[in-house]
């Protein structure tokens, strides 16, 4: 019997809006269509009203959850408008933020792919995990989600104690290694609900441009930290995971694993922070005409800014952000293919999709 | 040879490429778009996004099309002057939601292929960013 049956915009396995409608035969799902915009909120069109330093606390809104990144993104695009270079100490502190948010992210999608797996005493685990991670951002930023650290030039707070930081990282790095992984990587539970559903190709990975862990577990190598190197990157070493398997456990080990490397790369970081200024101070900002382009690893994947600016102009011309849910939500249609009904929460939870971004 | 010279081969282009800000620039006419998503599907190059811009003036638009090959960005300007231009949809998958989008937001049409129901405002008009505002 064929039926068609919409996940969504409001149901109890969505965390945000969004709609899945799915066409079954039976139990089985034969195609879908994913629709967005629910909560579509003009962020780009807003952004041209507000000056320099206003479209920062802007954009940082865009998500509540990598908000650290996207003005990172769009602090760097600024910079090479305006030619101002961050000091090195200000290079590692975006890295210490990145990777600490990266952790907390990837923490998070733990737990919500806990409760979706019916797995409900890890997701309480990784939430009391989460909350650890965001004490030691509210210690460096006085803040638990928008942490206004970047800014044109540099951070707007310096890391006074990193000794202090990278004590907390290693208790939490043990934590995490003794819990959450070994039972998310070893589990019959995590194994029987996670192995062989929701498989996305190679193929039709690169053929949607699909970014970031979920690109990485369909064997795409490609990491932003190390393909295009920005902030303190180049000067630290980790290893970029990639699976094969392209399906729910093969995403989930690659960020499980990268867990491991963020670890990694808060150590490196914390341990080589230069010293000296953490920003370029009072600097004179003047833009320079013209559109500059960059991007990040964000913790879902690439992001991209594309900030353009008219001579003498206080106000951004455009800025245009592609986020990675952007990229990666459309390639759900192909991993529900063929799927269970029953599976299909899971597997659209399992690109760790942020619909506020997709909905910027 | 490089990507670089083998993208404006293929594309019979003499203009130089300009690079800044870690992009490699090369300018292109809108009804070239089809030849460069080819080109750089031949490459294996990923596509990134595209950057619509209102220009001033009655001017057009600013589109520009973003891949990545090997960690490097290129970057294919367009400045279109009427409302129209050629989908890469059935070349390049991946534009889908970006071309659906400039559709909702400046009245872009892409040729050559369908639009589902709108991404953004399901039953409103296409072009939200074209309204003039009151003043």
């Known amino acids: 019997m064929s039926y068609r049956i919409p996940m969504g915009p409001y149901h109890p396995a969505l965390e945000e809006p969004y709609k899945l409608e799915m066409f079954c035969e039976g139990e089985t799902v034969c195609d879908a269509r994913l629709h967005i915009g629910f909560n579509f909120r003009g962020i780009e069109h807003l952004a041209e009203s507000r000056n320099y330093i206003q479209v920062i606390a802007l954009m940082e809104r865009v998500c509540g959850i990598c908000s650290n990144i996207h003005t990172l993104t769009l602090c760097q695009a600024m910079e090479q408008l305006t030619g101002l270079e961050p000091p090195p100490r200000a290079l590692y502190i975006r890295v210490i933020m990145a990777e600490l948010e990266r952790l907390h992210s990837h923490i998070l999608w733990a737990g919500i792919a806990s409760k979706l797996m019916g797995f409900k005493t890890m997701f309480m685990s990784c939430f009391a995990l989460r909350e650890k991670i965001m004490d030691v951002l509210q210690a460096i930023s006085g803040n638990r989600v928008n942490y206004a650290m970047n800014r044109i030039g540099g951070t707007n707070r310096d890391i006074s104690d990193p000794d202090d930081i990278l004590a907390a990282v290693n208790k939490l790095e043990s934590e995490i290694t003794g819990t959450v992984i070994p039972i998310f990587t070893t589990s019959a539970t995590a194994r029987l609900r996670c192995a062989g559903i929701g498989v996305l190709t190679h193929e039709r990975a690169i053929a949607c441009g699909v970014v970031g862990p979920t690109a990485r577990a369909s064997g795409v190598t490609q990491d932003i930290r190390q393909a295009a190197p920005y902030a303190a990157y180049p000067e630290l070493d980790f290893h970029v995971t990639v699976e094969s398997a392209g399906d729910v456990r093969a995403r989930l080990f690659v960020r499980a694993l990268e867990i491991v490397q963020s670890c990694r790369l808060l150590r490196q970081a914390l341990t080589k922070i230069p010293s000296g200024p953490y920003n370029t101070g009072d600097a004179k900002i003047a833009f320079a005409a013209g559109t500059a382009i960059s991007r990040a690893e964000a913790p879902r994947g690439e992001i991209v800014y594309s900030v353009s600016w008219k001579e003498n102009s206080r106000t951004p011309a455009r800025v245009h952000v592609r986020t990675p849910t952007y990229a990666n939500m459309p390639a759900v249609r192909w991993m529900v293919q063929g799927a269970r009904l029953a599976d299909t929460p899971l597997i659209q939870a399992s690109i760790d999709p942020c619909y506020s971004c997709t909905d910027r | ?135």
Request: aromatic fraction near 10%.
């Open chain 2, 1 to 135: 040879m490089t990507p670089l010279e083998t993208i404006t081969a293929d594309l019979s282009i003499t203009t130089p490429w300009s690079s800044h800000g870690g992009v490699h620039w090369l300018a292109v006419d809108a009804s070239q778009i089809r030849r460069v998503a080819e080109t750089m599907n031949r490459l294996a190059a990923r596509f990134v996004t595209i950057t619509a811009t209102e220009l001033p003036a009655s001017e057009g638009f600013l589109l520009e099309y973003l891949w990545d090959l090997d960690g490097v960005l290129f970057g294919f300007p367009i400045h279109l002057a009427g409302t129209s231009l050629e989908s890469i949809f059935d070349i390049c998958p991946a534009v889908d939601w970006i071309e659906r989008e400039i559709h909702e937001g400046f009245a872009i049409d892409f040729s050559g292929r369908d639009y589902e129901p709108l991404l953004l405002r399901a039953g409103d008009k296409t072009g939200v960013n074209l309204r003039e505002v009151p003043a």
